[in-house]
């Protein structure tokens, strides 16, 4: 009866456990940690153990695996599955010099929550703060209700509207004069939409994250432009044929190790 008793315990756990996964199926955690996350291993929501690695402020969460090269799984999560409700209390622009972006427009976004904490958008202006930020995939962030008055709105409806100028397909973020922001931001020859990357002043840096965006399945190429009068090297993703596209291609992105990523 005791031997019984413990083999059906042995197969139930047997059946029981889940199936492994391999770094083919495992390109990163399902959610990126919160900003500010300062420790060497993270595990997902679902479970999955990832080791910090990285270099020159680019941090990429890598896969622990046992010694049969299967990514650690089952473990619990980090941070819970569920997070509590928050609302946006604040909506306010910040110059890009306070903004602690790798690379953003002139003017960003703020997003202040009803717990406290506050999120920069490094990206172009979004006219949905409650929609991004649940965009963002954060395990610790669930944003519901309705956003109050955004003040670049506000700004744009008072201010007269410049000279017409042929539509740009993405950009609705204030920018620098026109000769200056072709110059700092080298624009695509292709058609499509783009994903800005970053911007690096080692051209190794360049090179290496096209590398990782490349293995995460994501084209990307690296141009020369200039930033505040400063030689760097531009990386791009895409183009993309399609806003739901590119969006996708964004996640993929900043799961890569790019949080600050942004479609241009």
Do not use: H
């Not at 680019?58 to 299967?70: E, G, L, S």
């Not at 903004?99 to 953003?104: I, R, T, Y």
């Not at 590398?211 to 020369?224: E, N, W």
């Amino acid at each position: 009866m005791r031997l019984t008793a413990c083999l059906a315990l042995v197969l139930g756990l047997t059946c029981g456990t889940a199936e492994p996964k391999t770094l083919d199926e495992v390109s990163g955690p399902a959610e990126l940690p919160p900003k500010g996350y300062s420790a060497n291993q993270y595990i997902d929501s679902e479970g999955c153990v990832f080791l910090r690695a990285g270099y020159a402020g680019q941090v990429t969460w890598v896969p622990r695996v046992d010694r049969n090269r299967n990514v650690i799984c089952g473990r619990t999560p980090t941070f819970p599955k569920t997070a509590a409700a928050v609302t946006v209390t604040g909506i306010e622009l910040i110059p890009f010099e306070k903004s602690g972006c790798n690379f953003a427009p002139e003017m960003v976004q703020r997003f202040t929550l009803s717990d406290g904490r506050s999120f920069v958008n490094c990206g172009e202006p979004v006219a949905d703060p409650v929609a991004y930020l649940n965009g963002l995939g954060r395990a610790d962030l669930k944003v519901t209700g309705t956003a109050p008055a955004d003040p670049a709105a506000e700004s744009t409806t008072a201010a007269p509207a410049p000279a017409a100028a042929p539509p740009a397909p993405a950009a609705v973020a204030p920018a620098p004069a026109a000769g200056q922001a072709a110059a700092e931001a080298p624009a695509p020859a292709e058609g499509g939409l783009y994903i800005q990357v970053g911007a690096f002043a080692v051209s190794g840096n360049a090179g290496r994250a096209v590398r990782i965006l490349a293995d995460a399945g994501i084209p990307a190429s690296a141009r020369p432009g200039q930033m505040k009068g400063r030689a760097l090297e531009f990386v791009v993703a895409g183009p993309f044929a399609s806003r739901a596209e590119a969006t996708e291609a964004l996640r993929v992105v900043r799961r890569s190790g790019f949080p600050d990523a942004f479609i241009r």
